[in-house]
């Protein structure tokens, strides 16, 4: 594959064809690359450019280009023949971005050979290649589900002990000012079979977590249900999460969940904190920027979460990827002010996130895109936090989950708060 920073001139061609009732069936099983909700979405094959290893959306170590450069210069020569026009046809690019600059992971965007999407009842398919490969496509075909299979997953380098106490530090640079709010995680590791169906996770996901954006880039797999940004034809949108309560028992408990969530005075200040981040990244480039007042609760399987939806309006130029650089990270994932709760999660977490609670998603030559941060997810094929083992037979798996930490907080009740967040993955691994 090709570097981006190095870019080919592109050939891309878009078609309408029948419709297609699951998409994951032409994904590779080893290394599925797909972006669903309610199963719309598009799935890639193969990598024709892949790129750049940067500190997420900022330039590279080497002073290489953003995220949003690079994929700038991709698009700026590309012969693109498109007349189906619908969000997500044409030439795109898939991307999977670290959490923090300082991270080991690289962060990548993905040009695939062949993308197959549905949308609003349509169904399409992409061919992208280099002006100067004649060769013909490889043909597009369904390929069956593999066995069922199962991940072993025990504590990382944050065991439940370890995580109280990292809370608990938490608050004390609450107490001594040096952040308003911090977001802690804590890790999960193992293995999944060698020759593993990674489909099988993809597709747990999105039958369980419809609402959510089911993704999987470059070994990262998940169901987040937080949109970090949308853009489509110079509309913006955000959804904000931030405040969970778990779900009940049952619908007399469900219901005072939902209640007591609305009214917790330390939930609520979190969710501001996160909300007041996205409108303040948002204003530089959106106009007529809104956001309810008071935000909602949102239901999903396992939890309740405070949402606030985020709406405005371009006013300049800006692609997808220049907002997720603005937005990235959010206080809903590292905390306010950004940098100094960035140094204190560098301070209390003994391990390198990665690309968990970084931006993944999709944007197109057009800039438009569907940008979630990742979570509820697990990167397979990343090096455990601890320990080496015998790989030859299964492949390393990491997962994380996290809970924002305020004055106020308790630390068991946010260690309860991560078991909550880890289910999604950890049920969908077992």
């Given at each position: 594959?090709?570097?981006?920073?190095?870019?080919?001139?592109?050939?891309?061609?878009?078609?309408?064809?029948?419709?297609?009732?699951?998409?994951?069936?032409?994904?590779?099983?080893?290394?599925?690359?797909?972006?669903?909700?309610?199963?719309?979405?598009?799935?890639?094959?193969?990598?024709?450019?892949?790129?750049?290893?940067?500190?997420?959306?900022?330039?590279?170590?080497?002073?290489?280009?953003?995220?949003?450069?690079?994929?700038?210069?991709?698009?700026?020569?590309?012969?693109?023949?498109?007349?189906?026009?619908?969000?997500?046809?044409?030439?795109?690019?898939?991307?999977?971005?670290?959490?923090?600059?300082?991270?080991?992971?690289?962060?990548?965007?993905?040009?695939?050979?062949?993308?197959?999407?549905?949308?609003?009842?349509?169904?399409?398919?992409?061919?992208?290649?280099?002006?100067?490969?004649?060769?013909?496509?490889?043909?597009?075909?369904?390929?069956?589900?593999?066995?069922?299979?199962?991940?072993?997953?025990?504590?990382?380098?944050?065991?439940?002990?370890?995580?109280?106490?990292?809370?608990?530090?938490?608050?004390?640079?609450?107490?001594?000012?040096?952040?308003?709010?911090?977001?802690?995680?804590?890790?999960?590791?193992?293995?999944?079979?060698?020759?593993?169906?990674?489909?099988?996770?993809?597709?747990?996901?999105?039958?369980?977590?419809?609402?959510?954006?089911?993704?999987?880039?470059?070994?990262?797999?998940?169901?987040?249900?937080?949109?970090?940004?949308?853009?489509?034809?110079?509309?913006?949108?955000?959804?904000?999460?931030?405040?969970?309560?778990?779900?009940?028992?049952?619908?007399?408990?469900?219901?005072?969940?939902?209640?007591?969530?609305?009214?917790?005075?330390?939930?609520?200040?979190?969710?501001?904190?996160?909300?007041?981040?996205?409108?303040?990244?948002?204003?530089?480039?959106?106009?007529?920027?809104?956001?309810?007042?008071?935000?909602?609760?949102?239901?999903?399987?396992?939890?309740?979460?405070?949402?606030?939806?985020?709406?405005?309006?371009?006013?300049?130029?800006?692609?997808?990827?220049?907002?997720?650089a603005s937005l990235h990270p959010?206080?809903?994932?590292?905390?306010?002010?950004?940098?100094?709760?960035?140094?204190?999660?560098?301070?209390?977490?003994?391990?390198?996130?990665?690309?968990?609670?970084?931006?993944?998603?999709?944007?197109?030559?057009?800039?438009?895109?569907?940008?979630?941060?990742?979570?509820?997810?697990?990167?397979?094929?990343?090096?455990?936090?601890?320990?080496?083992?015998?790989?030859?037979?299964?492949?390393?798996?990491?997962?994380?989950?996290?809970?924002?930490?305020?004055?106020?907080s308790d630390p068991e009740t946010?260690?309860?708060?991560?078991?909550?967040?880890?289910?999604?993955?950890?049920?969908?691994?077992?």
């Amino acid at each position: 594959m090709t570097d981006l920073s190095r870019p080919s001139r592109l050939a891309v061609e878009t078609r309408e064809i029948d419709p297609v009732d699951d998409l994951l069936l032409f994904a590779d099983p080893r290394a599925p690359l797909a972006w669903l909700r309610r199963s719309d979405g598009i799935i890639g094959l193969g990598g024709m450019l892949t790129g750049f290893e940067t500190g997420g959306t900022t330039p590279g170590r080497d002073g290489g280009p953003s995220a949003a450069d690079a994929w700038r210069a991709i698009c700026a020569d590309a012969e693109v023949d498109d007349p189906v026009g619908l969000h997500g046809t044409g030439l795109v690019a898939f991307g999977a971005l670290a959490f923090d600059p300082r991270s080991r992971s690289s962060s990548r965007l993905i040009v695939p050979h062949t993308v197959v999407g549905r949308r609003e009842g349509r169904a399409w398919i992409t061919r992208i290649r280099s002006v100067a490969d004649d060769a013909p496509p490889p043909p597009l075909r369904a390929v069956p589900y593999g066995p069922y299979w199962s991940a072993t997953l025990g504590p990382g380098a944050l065991d439940p002990e370890g995580y109280q106490a990292a809370v608990r530090a938490g608050l004390d640079a609450i107490a001594a000012r040096e952040v308003g709010k911090v977001v802690l995680a804590r890790d999960l590791i193992g293995t999944v079979p060698a020759n593993a169906d990674l489909r099988r996770l993809v597709r747990a996901l999105a039958g369980g977590y419809p609402d959510t954006w089911t993704f999987a880039v470059d070994g990262l797999i998940g169901a987040s249900p937080e949109t970090l940004v949308t853009v489509s034809g110079g509309a913006v949108t955000a959804r904000v999460l931030a405040g969970t309560f778990p779900r009940g028992a049952d619908a007399d408990d469900d219901a005072a969940a939902s209640i007591a969530l609305s009214h917790s005075g330390k939930d609520l200040d979190e969710h501001r904190y996160a909300v007041q981040s996205v409108l303040d990244a948002l204003a530089p480039h959106v106009r007529s920027v809104r956001a309810d007042e008071e935000p909602f609760a949102l239901e999903l399987p396992n939890l309740w979460h405070l949402a606030t939806d985020v709406a405005g309006e371009l006013a300049d130029h800006a692609s997808a990827l220049d907002l997720v650089a603005s937005l990235h990270p959010t206080a809903a994932v590292a905390g306010t002010p950004t940098d100094a709760a960035i140094e204190l999660i560098r301070r209390l977490e003994p391990f390198d996130r990665g690309r968990y609670a970084g931006p993944v998603g999709w944007v197109d030559a057009h800039g438009d895109g569907e940008w979630a941060i990742a979570l509820r997810c697990a990167q397979i094929g990343a090096e455990p936090m601890r320990g080496h083992g015998d790989y030859s037979d299964t492949i390393p798996v990491v997962a994380h989950a996290g809970a924002g930490i305020v004055a106020g907080s308790d630390p068991e009740t946010e260690l309860l708060e991560t078991r909550v967040k880890f289910r999604p993955i950890v049920d969908a691994l077992a």
